[in-house]
């Protein structure tokens, strides 16, 4: 039916047409499809995750290892010395508090470069988001550990004695850190989004791009 001419390209388009299916075409011809604004969206998005995590649990832990009955219930001269002794504690307690925000992002900051910068650790953490699931999870659960594990002790100030309640150091320091690094580096698990859905971010986000050659 087809007449074979001297090049067989025509042969093979006319065929393609003739079984209804589109001619193929080279690897190279394909349109390379990019989404560089993933990137800072996910940045932007873990970083305000982060901050209000870790700016909460920040407050939440110099409150309560440094505030105690005497602060508040002790005798004071007045109700101004009181309420001086109350702004005092207040303003240690919230440089405190912004000075362990400061320190868990610059650590958190520093560890999760490489993961961003490097490709082939970037499309590895891209690829597998359970591990940034997984990490928050651990992380809380060794807070809780480390609140379970604590102890109670004495501490002495000038209008008495008071309980003070201290967590485990270990696994407070161990699942403070991972929390607050897979909270930075949280990614949705590929494996769990919708199949149109997955093939974009496997395509935009897990493949290598490739290296244009020098005459291109």
């Given at each position: 039916?087809?007449?074979?001419?001297?090049?067989?390209?025509?042969?093979?388009?006319?065929?393609?047409?003739?079984?209804?299916?589109?001619?193929?075409?080279?690897?190279?011809?394909?349109?390379?499809?990019?989404?560089?604004?993933?990137?800072?969206?996910?940045?932007?998005?873990?970083?305000?995750?982060?901050?209000?995590?870790?700016?909460?649990?920040?407050?939440?832990?110099?409150?309560?290892?440094?505030?105690?009955?005497?602060?508040?219930?002790?005798?004071?001269?007045?109700?101004?010395?009181?309420?001086?002794?109350?702004?005092?504690?207040?303003?240690?307690?919230?440089?405190?508090?912004?000075?362990?925000?400061?320190?868990?992002?610059?650590?958190?900051?520093?560890?999760?470069?490489?993961?961003?910068?490097?490709?082939?650790?970037?499309?590895?953490?891209?690829?597998?988001?359970?591990?940034?699931?997984?990490?928050?999870?651990?992380?809380?659960?060794l807070i809780i550990v480390a609140y379970a594990l604590g102890s109670w002790?004495?501490?002495?100030?000038?209008?008495?004695?008071?309980?003070?309640?201290?967590?485990?150091?270990?696994?407070?320091?161990?699942?403070?850190?991972?929390?607050?690094?897979?909270?930075?580096?949280l990614v949705w698990p590929a494996r769990w989004l919708p199949r149109r859905?997955?093939?974009?971010?496997?395509?935009?986000?897990?493949?290598?791009?490739?290296?244009?050659?020098?005459?291109?």
């Amino acid at each position: 039916m087809f007449e074979v001419g001297q090049s067989g390209g025509i042969v093979e388009s006319d065929q393609a047409i003739a079984t209804n299916e589109a001619p193929a075409f080279p690897a190279e011809a394909r349109p390379v499809r990019t989404a560089r604004w993933v990137s800072w969206v996910l940045f932007l998005v873990e970083l305000v995750l982060t901050s209000i995590v870790v700016g909460i649990l920040s407050v939440a832990l110099v409150v309560q290892l440094t505030l105690t009955p005497g602060a508040i219930f002790g005798e004071f001269d007045g109700i101004f010395t009181w309420v001086v002794s109350l702004g005092v504690d207040a303003a240690a307690e919230i440089i405190g508090a912004i000075f362990v925000f400061l320190l868990t992002g610059l650590i958190v900051g520093i560890l999760g470069l490489p993961v961003r910068l490097i490709g082939p650790v970037r499309r590895a953490w891209l690829g597998n988001g359970e591990v940034t699931v997984a990490g928050v999870v651990l992380g809380v659960l060794l807070i809780i550990v480390a609140y379970a594990l604590g102890s109670w002790g004495n501490i002495h100030q000038e209008h008495g004695t008071y309980a003070l309640f201290t967590p485990s150091p270990l696994p407070l320091l161990i699942g403070w850190f991972v929390l607050a690094l897979s909270l930075s580096l949280l990614v949705w698990p590929a494996r769990w989004l919708p199949r149109r859905a997955r093939a974009w971010w496997t395509e935009t986000q897990l493949t290598k791009p490739a290296r244009r050659s020098v005459g291109a």
